[in-house]
């Protein structure tokens, strides 16, 4: 028997560790890509896999319940599943490249030495090929901030309708990013640049790789997801590059069920009037240390419940309950009454469905919550568009790729060296009605369903150049609530106070620490007398500060410590009593319904409101120049505005670094005024992409290459991070050092 051809596959290292990989083809690539994340990220890639299947609390555990049960509910293996038997039918190449990087991933776990395993007692288990995809989901499931229309619920509920745009602004769950790009009139080198900061919960190690991949078809640049193939949010093939900012448009509906057990089951009332089987199962959850929990699965027509139940298990959501029979089913005009209902985390079954008309003899039901999601609808998450921007020659060629996009929504930048740009949203946002988007609707209502697919908007530069922030652009039409404007206007200034830019220009962009959001506070404080001494001190300090949050600034601590004074004030006070103590729902979800984060992030809305429900705000403000006058800050905003970044491995002895910046400065880090100053949020990764010689271009990610600890790459690239410096994008192979496969 005769040997098969010999696959050549090469990994180098740069300085920094960063791997080159070489192979005669894509699918070797993938195979190697998988094996060098494995060899890099092993502990990572497992979490993530069990994190997918919801199986981590089993060796992270209880802790991890509440996500593990949202995902068992939200079936995301199981949509995972149905996706890639699509992708099979639909784009048998595309499916292969996944089972290859699958191959490379399991070619390298299971002689993986990252000292996480022993520590958690676990073993590195076996990815199957829709692995990735259930990576994806799980990374991206909350991306879109579903949860936010359960606050909005109970906004309106005890506020009034106004609420929604008066809190409205990028919540505490959601991720963003800064992005810009500059047309070849407005650089030095007479070709286009882009560059950014995607901003998601900083972990360690880091969400995103940096990663070259090369073979005779494309040799590309970028920031991977580790567990995903390819480069998908942030590439440079040396002739076109293109980037992402999440497009905060709102494609995830939340309907209100009606369900009743019967000796056959689950049903659930649907807008014909008609009570109709809904599929259901039960999963265990293993949890260390504990008893496991077994958690009914439910799935309707509208999709995965939820939240809640037939019998609205574990008490606290506010949900309807009564008895409908035929009459009352078909009208929706059953007798109700409120109760306090709360049940497990998560829901999915099966879509098969059985209409059948309600019974004579009347029968319970409770309200619970499904989820609808286009992933589960589509059975598509847009991996077909992968291959293709690998292969991108040109901005059409990005463009035809985002066109095969799905999950999540995002605004897409490219541009080519042929002076070819393109700034556009890409993504599956579904038709359906209005109210769909605010809050929960009632799935037994017609009017509710879904009805096509939005057509993505396109958008142009202004002046030469295009700047995207999350905040009202291009997506407008797509969503609800969107970041406010300052990042995205603080960009644009400071890009006009210079005609031309080079990539070693951008860091200023990167860096810059300017509060535009603090205004109103300064308003109202500035204003203010028959202060005590020290108050008017304070007051006095504040109204000649240059409104930087830099970690070295007193005055930024100062601000920051009257800011989280306010918060709490306003909180506190009893026109939001009804808002304070959140429902019941599922831990994982809570993030979402928290009062003090909600006022936090909406505070210059609120600061800036004609009136807002009968509270003194100058009294507020008053009051908090007190508090922090009778116990000043004593150093700077960096002694207490620190990075907590995210282990699955908690470790109490970890050293917290100093950070400037805020929520909604350029250099966007995130804590919660009023809670924390340390940040759990920020950028995880910075990038420049130089469309006149790629080799120009520059990035660093807030950790490092490796995710193995004691490596000398696993921390290497954070103090450069720190520090607002950026690497440099090495592209020549004879730099590079080749290590063994």
């Known amino acids: 028997m005769e040997a098969g051809p010999r696959v050549s596959i090469e990994i180098y290292r740069d300085a920094w560790g960063i791997p080159h990989l070489r192979a005669d083809g894509a699918r070797e ?38 996500w593990d049960t949202l995902a068992r509910r939200v079936r995301l293996d199981d949509t995972a599943r149905r996706c890639f038997r699509a992708l099979e039918r639909r784009d048998p190449e ?10 490379g991933v399991n070619d390298e776990l299971p002689g993986t030495e990252a000292p996480e395993f022993a520590r958690a007692g676990l073993a590195p288990g076996r990815w199957e090929p829709w692995t990735p995809l259930g990576v994806w989901l799980a990374v991206h499931l909350l991306f879109a901030g579903f949860p936010a229309k359960l606050w909005r619920e109970e906004a309106i509920r005890h506020l009034g309708p106004e609420s929604v745009g008066l809190f409205a602004t990028d919540g505490p769950g959601t991720s963003g990013s800064n992005g810009w790009l500059l047309a070849g009139a407005r650089t030095t080198s007479g070709h286009a640049l882009l560059a950014g900061d995607p901003h998601r919960y900083i972990e360690d190690p880091g969400v995103y790789q940096q990663i070259r991949l090369s073979c005779p078809e494309f040799d590309v640049v970028g920031l991977a997801v580790p567990g995903i193939p390819g480069i998908a949010h942030f590439g440079h093939t040396g002739a076109v590059a293109w980037s992402i900012t999440n497009a905060m448009a709102d494609y995830q509906d939340l309907y209100r069920e009606r369900l009743r057990r019967t000796g056959a089951g689950v049903e659930a009332l649907g807008p014909d009037g008609l009570w109709h089987r809904a599929t259901r199962h039960t999963e265990t959850i293993e949890i260390a240390g504990e008893p496991p929990v077994e958690v009914e699965i439910i799935e309707t027509e509208r999709g995965p419940v939820i939240v809640g139940g037939p019998e609205g298990l574990d008490g606290g959501v506010l949900l309807e309950e ?123 209502e017609p009017g509710h369903e879904w009805r096509g697919r939005h057509t993505t908007p396109r958008a142009g530069l202004v002046d030469g150049v295009a700047v995207m922030a999350n905040q009202r652009g291009p997506a407008t039409p797509l969503g609800v609530e969107f970041a406010p404007p300052h990042r995205a206007d603080r960009i644009a200034g400071l890009l006009a106070e210079k005609e031309r830019w080079s990539p070693a220009d ?85 993030p979402w319904l928290g009062l003090v984060p909600r006022i936090a992030f909406a505070l210059e809305h609120l600061l800036r409101a004609e009136e807002l429900y009968g509270i003194d705000r100058d009294g507020t403000v008053r009051e908090a120049l007190e508090e922090v006058a009778a116990e000043p800050p004593r150093g700077v905003w960096g002694d207490t505005h620190r990075l907590a970044a995210w282990r699955a491995l908690p470790d109490a002895d970890r050293e917290l670094p100093a ?22 949020r920020g950028p995880a990764a910075r990038y420049v992409w130089d469309l006149a010689r790629r080799e120009d271009s520059l990035w660093v990610v807030p950790m490092g290459a490796s995710g193995l600890p004691g490596s000398a790459h696993h921390h290497d690239q954070l103090p450069l991070w720190l520090r607002g410096e950026l690497a440099p994008v090495v592209t020549d192979w004879r730099q590079l050092t080749k290590e063994g496969i």
């Open 29 to 66: 690539l993938a195979r190697a890509q998988g094996r060098v994340t494995a060899r890099d990220r092993a502990w990572q890639l497992e979490v993530e896999r069990h994190r997918a299947q919801g199986t981590s609390a089993a060796f992270l555990g209880a802790g991890a319940l509440s």
């Open 506 to 590: 951008m860091p200023s962009i990167h860096t810059d620490t300017h509060l535009a959001s603090a205004q109103p506070l300064l308003d109202r404080a500035t204003a203010l007398d028959d202060l005590s001494p020290g108050a008017a001190a304070v007051r006095d300090t504040l109204r000649h500060w240059d409104r930087r949050m830099d970690a070295s600034s007193h005055e930024a601590a100062l601000y920051a410590a009257v800011r989280g004074a306010v918060v709490r004030r306003l909180a506190a006070h009893p026109a939001f009593a009804a808002l304070a103590d959140p429902p019941a729902y599922p831990d994982v979800l809570l």
């Open 322 to 444: 009564g008895t409908a029979g035929a009459g009352a089913a078909r009208t929706g005009t059953a007798r109700t009454q409120t109760a306090r209902t709360r049940t497990p985390d998560d829901t999915s079954p099966d879509t098969r469905t059985t209409a059948h008309p309600a019974p004579d003899t009347p029968l319970p039901f409770r309200l619970a919550l499904s989820l609808r999601h286009p992933p589960r609808v589509t059975e598509d998450l847009g991996f077909s568009a992968l291959l293709p921007l690998l292969r991108a020659r040109e901005v059409a060629d990005v463009d035809r790729a985002f066109e095969l996009w799905a999950e999540p929504v995002n605004v897409v930048q490219a541009a080519d060296t042929e002076g070819g740009l393109l700034h556009r949203v890409a993504g599956y946002v579904p038709v359906r009605d209005e109210a769909n988007r605010t809050r929960l609707v009632p799935a037994w």
């Open 94 to 103: 595309t499916a292969d490249w996944v089972r290859a990087y699958v191959d």
């Open 659 to 680: 950070l400037s910046g805020d929520h909604d400065c350029v250099l966007c880090t995130s804590a919660v005024p009023g809670l924390t100053d340390l940040a759990a």
